[in-house]
């Protein structure tokens, strides 16, 4: 079992940066990569960036390539993700996640439903 804390979620205005961290915790094979997802209100949670266990390998969505950065930091068992220059429909609750193959992420890593342990998640609100 892996448990994943996100945390670093607020509100804040367009423009401005958010850092959000997600602490794993338990099985760490388990979480070798892993990915941030996000989801707003009436719409289906989606990929945001993914990273793989040694943090060669990064992944986006054209939404946020440019403005967001995902990194980590295995000695703190710790994921990132560096958001800046946010617009409103960046709105959404942010979920980080792990619990994926070396195999499947390769080539699902933007696959949800391909993750097997995900955090509570954390509430950003970006307003205009």
């Known amino acids: 079992q892996v448990q994943l804390v996100e945390s670093g979620g607020r509100l804040v205005q367009a423009g401005g940066s958010l850092r959000l961290s997600c602490a794993a915790s338990?099985?760490?094979?388990?979480?070798?990569?892993m990915g941030w997802f996000r989801q707003a209100p009436g719409k289906e949670r989606e990929f945001v960036a993914a990273?793989?266990?040694?943090?060669?390998?990064?992944n986006y969505a054209d939404s946020v390539k440019g403005r967001f950065t995902i990194s980590r930091d295995n000695a703190k068992n710790t994921v990132y993700l560096q958001m800046n220059n946010l617009k409103p429909d960046d709105t959404a609750v942010y979920y980080c996640?792990?619990?994926?193959?070396?195999?499947?992420?390769?080539?699902?890593?933007?696959?949800?439903?391909?993750?097997?342990?995900w955090g509570q998640g954390t509430q950003v609100t970006v307003s205009s």
């Open positions: 996640a792990a619990g994926i193959d070396s195999y499947t992420f390769r080539y699902y890593y933007t696959d949800w439903k391909k993750y097997d342990y």
């Open positions: 338990g099985r760490t094979s388990s979480n070798r990569h």
């Open positions: 990273i793989s266990w040694s943090g060669g390998n990064t």
